[in-house]
Nanobody, 114 residues
Framework: QVQVVESGGGLVQAGGSLRLSCVAS????????MGWYRQAPGKKRELVAR???????NYADSVKGRFTISGDNAKKTVYLQMNSLKPEDTAVYYC????????WGQGTQVTVSS
């Protein structure tokens, strides 16, 4: 059974930083896509950043220049370094990994106070 587990969320003041981590276990496959999505109250889940193996990285316009995604597809680990955080970054952040199937973590809360 594949499990995806995130960690690293929390409460931070505007302008601060947080680093999210995610690891998948229980699969023999390497990840061909790894990413982070977020969902704020009353809003749809949206892409924050993703790594496509052999295809580079994508970022939402709202986080470009502030967030950096990195990871190891063989180890099925992915990280999101978030700098210069803003109150509008407040959301539940979900890790996504594609490992011959789509898998999601349970989410980790990020709250940015003004």
């Amino acid at each position: 059974q594949v499990q995806v587990v995130e960690s690293g969320g929390g409460l931070v003041q505007a302008g601060g930083s947080l680093r999210l981590s995610c690891v998948a276990s229980g699969s023999f496959f390497s990840a061909d896509v790894m990413g982070w999505y977020r969902q704020a109250p009353g809003k749809k889940r949206e892409l924050v950043a993703r790594i496509i193996t052999g295809g580079g990285t994508n970022y939402a316009d709202s986080v470009k220049g502030r967030f950096t995604i990195s990871g190891d597809n063989a180890k099925k680990t992915v990280y999101l370094q978030m700098n210069s955080l803003k109150p509008e970054d407040t959301a539940v952040y979900y890790c996504y990994e594609r490992l011959a199937g789509d898998y999601w973590g349970q989410g980790t809360q990020v709250t940015v106070s003004s």
